[in-house]
């Protein structure tokens, strides 16, 4: 394993006791919908969300604990949209980490309400106290997260994901479509560690924007894993977005151009770590992680 790799796997390792001292487990009558909000977001994932927002920390020499809170809830509301992602109603997938999905499991019900939860949870954790003592800090990550899940980030870019199924969307659109429904949480999760910090606005500019190309050259490994992984490796059905008519950059610049856009935006987006000197070289390594991963 190599440094980075362990580093990786020590952070995801902090992040889900975070997450699991932050779930409900309440034995009520409702405790199915509990049951269903941990299988979503325990046993699984890699947790990049939340290393963004610790590896940002870094570079401020924040506390741990503050990042941790903030990279569960980054994490809380990805893993929601991979619930609700995978219904019938959107990609109809069954597979995910692995494991059955969420409305296999369980049912789609159970689902739909885990994922509701989920996001709710979410903002209840940025507006705690614990998460920041300065009320303005916690306005910034609410409003932050807020703006990255919506309808004009996650969700709306989520919409054209499934309007493009059935319309044509050219590159530009695709591009377009992927910013929002991927790069928008990816650049909230690399900002937070800036606004956590205080840091400076030219700071915080240069982190969300890293990030942003960052998730782009994310999406696009995902989409290229869609065609060259197998379901074994990546832990969900593959060969599905062609088959499904998505929009992707690999549709529209091959597979060999798709690997060339994706390597441009990686070094692109550790460009923008120039001004923070060795104290990003997490941020840095992530870099090439995205472009060599494989799952
Ligand atoms: C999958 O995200 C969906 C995309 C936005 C590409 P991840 O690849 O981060 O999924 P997990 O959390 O590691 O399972
Ligand atoms: C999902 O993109 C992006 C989300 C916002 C959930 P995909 O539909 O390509 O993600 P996977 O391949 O199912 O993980
Ligand atoms: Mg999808
Ligand atoms: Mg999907
Ligand atoms: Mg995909």
Same mark, same amino acid.
């Given at each position: 394993?190599? *440094?980075?790799? &362990?580093? @990786? %796997? +020590? $952070? /995801?390792?902090?992040?889900?006791?975070?997450?699991?001292?932050? !779930?409900?487990?309440?034995?009520?009558?409702?405790?199915?919908?509990?049951?269903?909000?941990?299988?979503?977001?325990?046993?699984?994932?890699?947790?990049?969300?939340?290393?963004?927002?610790?590896?940002?920390?870094?570079?401020?020499?924040?506390?741990?604990?503050?990042?941790?809170?903030?990279?569960?809830?980054?994490?809380?509301?990805?893993?929601?949209?991979?619930?609700?992602?995978?219904?019938?109603?959107?990609?109809?997938?069954?597979?995910?980490?692995?494991?059955?999905?969420?409305?296999?499991?369980?049912?789609?019900?159970?689902?739909?309400?885990?994922?509701?939860?989920?996001?709710?949870?979410?903002?209840?954790?940025?507006?705690?106290?614990?998460?920041?003592?300065?009320?303005?800090?916690?306005? *910034?990550?609410? &409003?932050? @997260? %807020? +703006? $990255? /899940?919506?309808?004009?980030?996650?969700?709306?870019?989520?919409? !054209?994901?499934?309007?493009?199924?059935?319309?044509?969307?050219?590159?530009?659109?695709?591009?377009?479509?992927?910013?929002?429904?991927?790069?928008?949480?990816?650049?909230?999760?690399?900002?937070?560690?800036?606004?956590?910090?205080?840091?400076?606005?030219?700071?915080?500019?240069?982190?969300?924007?890293?990030?942003?190309?960052?998730?782009?050259?994310?999406?696009?490994?995902?989409?290229?894993?869609?065609?060259?992984?197998?379901?074994?490796?990546?832990?969900?059905?593959?060969?599905?977005?062609?088959?499904?008519?998505?929009?992707?950059?690999?549709?529209?610049?091959?597979?060999?151009?798709?690997?060339?856009?994706?390597?441009?935006?990686?070094?692109?987006?550790?460009?923008?770590?120039?001004?923070?000197?060795?104290? &990003?070289?997490?941020? +840095? $390594?992530?870099?090439?992680?995205?472009?060599?991963?494989?799952?």
């Amino acid at each position: 394993m190599t *440094d980075f790799a &362990a580093k @990786l %796997a +020590r $952070a /995801a390792q902090a992040v889900d006791q975070e997450m699991d001292r932050l !779930l409900p487990k309440g034995q009520e009558l409702e405790h199915r919908l509990f049951d269903a909000m941990r299988y979503g977001v325990l046993g699984g994932g890699k947790r990049l969300r939340p290393f963004l927002v610790i590896a940002g920390g870094e570079i401020f020499d924040l506390d741990m604990t503050e990042c941790l809170r903030v990279g569960a809830a980054v994490e809380f509301v990805h893993a929601y949209s991979l619930v609700h992602d995978d219904l019938p109603c959107m990609d109809d997938d069954d597979l995910r980490r692995g494991q059955p999905t969420v409305h296999v499991q369980f049912d789609q019900a159970t689902a739909v309400l885990a994922g509701d939860a989920l996001l709710t949870l979410a903002f209840e954790i940025l507006a705690d106290r614990e998460t920041s003592p300065d009320p303005e800090v916690r306005m *910034d990550l609410v &409003a932050g @997260l %807020a +703006r $990255a /899940a919506g309808g004009h980030g996650m969700v709306g870019g989520q919409m !054209l994901d499934l309007w493009a199924e059935t319309n044509t969307l050219d590159e530009a659109g695709t591009a377009r479509m992927q910013r929002l429904k991927t790069g928008a949480m990816i650049a909230f999760a690399g900002e937070a560690g800036g606004i956590l910090a205080r840091a400076r606005p030219q700071q915080r500019q240069a982190l969300r924007l890293f990030a942003h190309d960052l998730g782009l050259a994310f999406q696009i490994t995902d989409d290229l894993l869609d065609v060259e992984g197998s379901s074994e490796q990546v832990g969900k059905a593959t060969g599905k977005d062609a088959a499904a008519g998505k929009a992707t950059i690999v549709a529209k610049l091959g597979i060999e151009g798709a690997r060339n856009r994706a390597t441009l935006l990686s070094r692109q987006a550790a460009a923008h770590l120039d001004h923070f000197g060795k104290k &990003a070289n997490s941020l +840095r $390594a992530l870099c090439d992680f995205v472009l060599n991963r494989n799952n």
